[in-house]
């Protein structure tokens, strides 16, 4: 049996925190260290090694002013107004490293606020990205939400009966740039069903960002193609967690490891084509060291190098 290694066409780090990664390494210093509010990424190996390049992290500005930071940085998912005044306020340089697909999603929902409609915003409602982009619409008429049952109705207009509240006449959704495509528009279905009656208005923004479709798009290619995935990433990633139960909803075995040591022998039993992928906070070269272990195993080198990212080209908007 020929033996296979797949390489997802999209997977690691998307190209926003590639940029932010950029950004943030050129600006470390270790004679006046910038303070990242939040992690850049949520891998502790990259975290401790940008501490040694000057870039460490902070919860927020008052906590990076206490610990006499004079610099500090936005992450790629976006923050609120807010941060950027309290960094001014307290007279420290502010580095936004903002991805601009997250910034693009900040304006659309100011714009449609102030156009009339309720924003919803699907996505997780204490991810920072969704946290920025209501505190950037500015507004009470806003809120975050995974399922119908989250929003602050439960009936469809027109069809309240006593105790039940109606959604308002305008409202408009936009989605966490990372969500699921096909998930966000069963969501917005069930939403559609609540507001488009008895003269209701609803406009649906799909906002999840081109690298995120990409990515979900390359999985579905990578499960045609293999006969099991490995799901490469740090054992609290949730994404690196969902690339496999993703897999797994495809019928093909998936396997979330974080190094290539915790692959078990009896996985690869009878597999040909083994495809691999990764957590959008897994390093490149972790990624390289399972293709080079599965090589070790006998799998032949994938026939794709990893996508190099040019990043003076923005993706599509
Ligand atoms: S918007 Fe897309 S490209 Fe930008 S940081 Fe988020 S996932 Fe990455």
């Keep these: 049996m020929t033996k296979q290694i797949i390489l997802a066409e999209e997977m690691g780090y998307c190209w926003g925190v590639r940029r932010a990664l950029d950004i943030i390494t050129k600006a470390g210093n270790v004679e006046q260290p910038v ?5 850049v990424i ?3 190996q990259i975290v401790e090694r940008l ?20 610099r500090v940085a936005i992450t790629a998912h976006g923050a609120g107004p807010a941060r950027a005044e309290d960094a001014k306020s307290r007279g420290l340089e502010l580095i936004d490293t903002t991805c601009p697909l997250v910034t693009k999603v900040q304006r659309l929902g100011q714009k449609l606020v102030r156009q009339g409609y309720y924003l919803v915003v699907y996505g997780d409602s204490y991810h920072p990205e969704v946290r920025g982009i209501i505190a950037w619409s500015d507004t009470t008429r806003a809120v975050a939400a995974k399922k119908v049952v989250d929003l602050p109705w439960n009936c469809a207009r027109g069809l309240g009966e006593e105790g039940g509240i109606e959604p308002p006449r305008k409202v408009a959704v ?9 998930e966000f528009l069963h969501f917005v ?15 649906i923004c799909n906002t999840i960002c081109e690298p995120t479709s990409l990515r979900q798009n390359a999985l579905k290619k990578l499960a045609r193609e293999s006969d099991a995935i490995l799901a490469i990433g740090g054992k609290k990633s ?7 139960e993703v897999g797994r909803s495809y019928g093909i075995p998936s396997y979330h490891i974080e190094r290539a040591e915790e692959i078990a022998s009896d996985w690869l039993d009878g597999i040909e084509n083994i495809g ?8 490149d070269d972790v990624i390289a060291d399972v293709v080079r272990y599965l090589q070790t195993l006998g799998y032949a080198a994938p026939d794709t190098e ?8 923005v993706p599509n908007f």
């Design 276 to 283: 691999v992928t990764a957590g959008a906070s897994t390093p």
């Design 306 to 313: 990893m996508l190099d990212y040019d990043l003076e080209v």
């Design 189 to 203: 279905g069930e939403l559609a069903q609540m507001v488009a009656r008895d003269g209701g208005e609803i406009r």
């Design 174 to 182: 936009v989605s966490q740039t990372t969500k699921n495509v096909d």
């Design 51 to 70: 501490k040694s390049q000057g870039v460490a992290t902070a919860e927020s500005v008052a906590e990076a002013a206490e610990h006499g930071y004079q």
């Design 42 to 44: 949520h891998n502790p």
């Design 238 to 244: 949730s994404n690196t967690a969902r690339l496999a």
């Design 35 to 39: 303070a990242t509010i939040g992690d």
